[in-house]
């Protein structure tokens, strides 16, 4: 497709990489392939369209997750957090994650990664293993912790000092995702249930979903 011929109707170009992208699901009139549209939506952009293509924020958001661990593991941990506390979340908790674990990320990166060389290799990266795909692991599972509980006239509350108990440096751990998904379906305990996600979606806490999507 050269740059002369594109209908700017159907086809938008990425900022990024310059290509000139399906706007819309197009079906090619000829063969009847589908080519699907190739920007995500966005609600104040003059075209409600983002400016960047699907590949191109794919390789953002991968280069931005694999460069920096620490990232990783606070955007994981606070995700995690945030469904475990669902409705009961307070405001700003992300911004706040820390104060709430009563520790650094940093320290938590620093215990995983000596954690992960004591039982694997001394030469073994925390790096490495996120990328591989390890998953942070509770030693006591997650849904043994009584976080959220309900009082006598069904109002739920948060008990703060299972919540610190539940993600202590000393209860995580970095182990490879079969692991872990072996241990959850044991124990019912890891990786959040689906029903916590249907409950927590339902109840609207869209601050469950990444942040690091928007344009
Ligand atoms: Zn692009």
Redesign the pocket.
Known sequence: MTTRHVDKKLYKK?I??R?W?PREDLTDPNDGHISKRQFGLHDTSSDGLQS??Y??KNIANTAMRSKNATQRIRHHTGTRCLTQLGTQAPPQFVANLEDYLGYKITRLVKALGKDLKEREDPKRKLRDALNEGYHIDHIRPLSSFKVVYRDQSGVEHVDWDAFRECWDVSNLRAIPAEENLAKGAQYDAESPRKEEIEASNEEGSEEVATSDTSP
């Open positions: 990425c990024k990489c290509a992208r960047i293509c590949s191109c």
